[in-house]
């Protein structure tokens, strides 16, 4: 499996970003891609999840309202809309892939890091 990122960049308080993940080498459809970000001195944390089908997402409190998640099959695509960036919305953002996790009583997204099996080399946004 691989996974790339690009399109970050340096971008005024308030401004907006896409980034996409370009994504290969699956052998099942049924898995999970997730943003994930990670600034120094924190722990990464997730951004936004969805399910490669496409109707099932979740997104951090922080984000929520302001960022969306997207996926391209055809295109084998994965992208984050961000919109009215904060300076705290700097770091390193890493897409991700994984399969779905067991809660106890039934099967669901996964969202933490650990999560996550497969890992792009990231690409910085910087709001200032």
């Known amino acids: 499996v691989q996974l790339v990122e690009s399109g970050g960049g340096s971008v005024q308080t308030g401004g907006s970003l896409r980034l996409s993940c370009s994504y290969s080498g699956f052998t099942h459809s049924r898995y999970y891609l997730g943003w994930f970000r990670q600034s120094p001195g924190k722990e990464r944390e997730e951004v936004a999840t969805?399910?490669?089908?496409?109707?099932?997402?979740h997104y951090a409190a922080s984000v929520k309202g302001r960022f969306a998640i997207s996926v391209d099959n055809a295109k084998t695509t994965l992208f984050l809309q961000m919109g009215n960036l904060k300076i705290e919305d700097t770091a390193m953002y890493y897409c991700?892939?994984?399969?779905?996790?067991?809660?106890?009583?039934?099967?669901?997204?996964?969202?933490?890091?650990?999560?996550?099996?497969?890992w792009g080399q990231g690409t910085q946004v910087t709001v200032s």
């Open positions: 969805i399910y490669v089908g496409g109707w099932s997402t």
């Open positions: 991700a892939a994984g399969n779905e996790v067991w809660y106890g009583d039934h099967w669901g997204l996964p969202n933490r890091p650990q999560d996550y099996n497969y």
